[in-house]
């Protein structure tokens, strides 16, 4: 039985990956190489300096940890420009709705995002007070794919890994999350995220009951 729902924060709650990736290809662009977003997939959900690393690998960049230490704070600093304007607009489609409605319901709800920017981006959005517990990238020491996050959060609300539902857009994500023990919706192309146990191109529309139904009956859960 589902009680706890996890969220990841960056392209499942809100519209924020794109500029992840922004940021990302403006630094790439500086250093002289193209980068694209297939190679993006890769990076998304990784910390900040893990993504720099895969990121150097991309366009074939060895580096010194100062070099690297200036690349990441100058990556943040563009992902922080778009993010000065952020506000509920920015929440993706169906997202407050079945925040709403699953807050109404018995379920306890965490977040759990990579992301050492993810309290100003809730508070930005007005949404912190649908979160029984906040899990950051400033929390943990090992980065998705590792499971660390996810136990974090299912400790923080107090449920057992095999009865928290994870939502992610990231590979690296639903990786973590099969590997905390929980159930994962990918949220996003269902092509790029075959991984997970479901995948759903957006919240709208979508309906948690029916899915705890396929969950129920399908054996290999
Ligand atoms: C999220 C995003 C990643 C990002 C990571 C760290 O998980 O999906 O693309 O690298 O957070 O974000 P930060 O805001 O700390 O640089
Ligand atoms: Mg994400």
Redesign the pocket.
């Given at each position: 039985l589902i009680n706890g729902l996890i969220f990841?924060?960056?392209?499942v709650i809100v519209d924020t990956?794109k500029y992840?990736y922004f940021a990302w290809k403006k630094l790439a662009k500086e250093l002289n190489f193209a980068f694209d977003e297939n190679q993006n997939e890769a990076?998304?959900?990784?910390?900040?300096m893990q993504?720099l690393e895969l990121l150097l690998n991309f366009g074939n960049i060895k580096a010194s940890q100062e070099e690297k230490r200036l690349w990441a704070n100058r990556k943040?600093r563009y992902?922080q420009q778009c993010l000065s304007n952020l506000s509920q607009n920015d929440l993706l489609p169906g997202v407050l709705t079945f925040l709403t409605k699953t807050k109404e319901r018995k379920y306890k709800i965490a977040l759990a995002?990579?992301?050492?920017?993810a309290k100003t981006i809730l508070y930005h959005l007005k949404i912190e007070n649908y979160f029984d517990f906040i899990a950051d990238?400033n929390m943990v020491q090992e980065s998705?794919p590792d499971p660390e996050i996810f136990l974090l959060a299912s400790d923080g609300i107090k449920c057992p890994p095999n009865a928290c539902l994870v939502f992610e857009d990231?590979l690296s994500g639903i990786q973590a999350a099969k590997s905390a023990g929980m159930l994962v919706i990918g949220v996003g192309n269902s092509k790029v995220l075959s991984t997970a146990d479901l995948v759903i191109s957006s919240f709208d529309n979508f309906n948690l009951t029916e899915a705890e139904a396929y969950f129920n009956n399908d054996s290999s859960v």
């Open positions: 990841d924060l960056d392209g990956a992840h990076l998304k959900g990784v910390s900040r993504a943040n992902y995002s990579s992301s050492k920017n990238g998705k990231a």
